[in-house]
């Protein structure tokens, strides 16, 4: 199918930040639970639903790129504390959140630990595209 439209230059971003020692089991489930509440904060992330030739319906999904970066464990409690300063929407996961069974427990293991202390495997971040770009200063592209 032909189009005709330029592309479109958002003028936001989405980007998730992934602690660099993860097995990539890790980096998959964590990418899927931060990424879950982004469109529940900011509606029009998410873009129509889809539909293929046969009539099937599809969920929606955001309507722009995401963009999924890697750091060492220093350089993401440096984004997390710009993340908090810029107040963008923004969600966490813990090393803690591996060992904890169910929605309430996740939400209590972050809870008992101070923002400063707390030991991130990886956050998401939406916000303006030169404020992600700066919450994310010194993480890699994910490769």
């Not at 904060?41 to 963009?67: C, H, K, S, T």
């Not at 966490?92 to 923002?115: E, I």
Request: aromatic residues 6%.
């Amino acid at each position: 199918m032909e189009t005709t439209e330029k592309p479109v230059r958002f003028d936001t971003k989405i980007a998730v930040l992934l602690r660099d020692d993860l097995a990539v089991w890790q980096r998959l489930n964590v990418t899927a639970f931060l990424v879950s509440g982004l469109g529940t904060r900011v509606p029009e992330l998410i873009g129509r639903p889809y539909e293929d030739a046969d009539g099937n319906g599809y969920l929606p999904m955001f309507r722009q790129p995401l963009l999924v970066f890697e750091a060492d464990k220093e350089t993401i409690t440096k984004a997390h504390a710009r993340a908090l300063n810029r107040a963008v929407e923004l969600s966490v996961f813990t090393s803690d959140l591996f060992g904890t069974g169910h929605d309430d427990d996740n939400r209590a293991a972050v809870r008992a630990v101070p923002a400063s202390d707390l030991d991130l495997v990886g956050m998401a971040v939406h916000g303006p595209r030169n404020g992600v770009d700066k919450i994310v200063k010194g993480a890699r592209m994910h490769g």
